[in-house]
C-alpha cells in the first residue's frame, strides 16, 4: 500500500507531465521555505506560476482543490515571496492549482486565487 507521501508524489509527476504538455517549463519542485512548500514552481509566457496539487483517490471527502484553504494559500504565498527573494525574480507571478481524481480526472484552475496585499 501507497503512503500519502508516494501518493503526493504521484500526484506531482502527473501534475508536472500535464503542464508541460501545455507548454509550461517547469523550474523547481517541492521547493521549501521553512516548513511550507511549493509543489511545482513553472514559466509559461514570461510568467512565473506556483502550482499546488492536491490528489485524492476519490470526492469521498470533497474535491481536491477544495482542501486549499485560506490558511494553505497563505503559506503558498510566503514561500512564493520567500522563492521570488531568492531567485531574484522580476516576473508577473500566479498560483494555479492542479486537481487530481482517481489519478485520471485533471483539472487545472489558473488564477486559483491571489496574494492579498
Known amino acids: 500500500m501507497k503512503s500519502n507521501w508516494q501518493k503526493g508524489r504521484q500526484g506531482e509527476k502527473l501534475a508536472n507531465d500535464f503542464l508541460r504538455n501545455k ?3 517547469i523550474l523547481d519542485t517541492n521547493w521549501r521555505f521553512q516548513h511550507k512548500e511549493i509543489d511545482i514552481v513553472a514559466m ?3 510568467e512565473i506560476v506556483f ?3 492536491k490528489a485524492r483517490k476519490n470526492t469521498a471527502f470533497g474535491r ?4 486549499v484553504d485560506h490558511e494553505k494559500q497563505k503559506h503558498l ?3 512564493a515571496e ?3 527573494i531568492d531567485k531574484d525574480i522580476n516576473l508577473n ?3 494555479d492549482v492542479i486537481s487530481i481524481i482517481n489519478n485520471s480526472q485533471i483539472r487545472h484552475y489558473p488564477n486559483a486565487f491571489y496574494p492579498e496585499f
Open 23 to 25: 507548454g509550461f517549463k
Open 44 to 46: 509559461k509566457d514570461n
Open 51 to 53: 502550482v499546488e496539487v
Open 64 to 67: 481536491p482543490e477544495e482542501a
Open 77 to 79: 504565498i510566503e514561500a
Open 82 to 84: 520567500a522563492y521570488i
Open 93 to 95: 507571478v500566479r498560483f
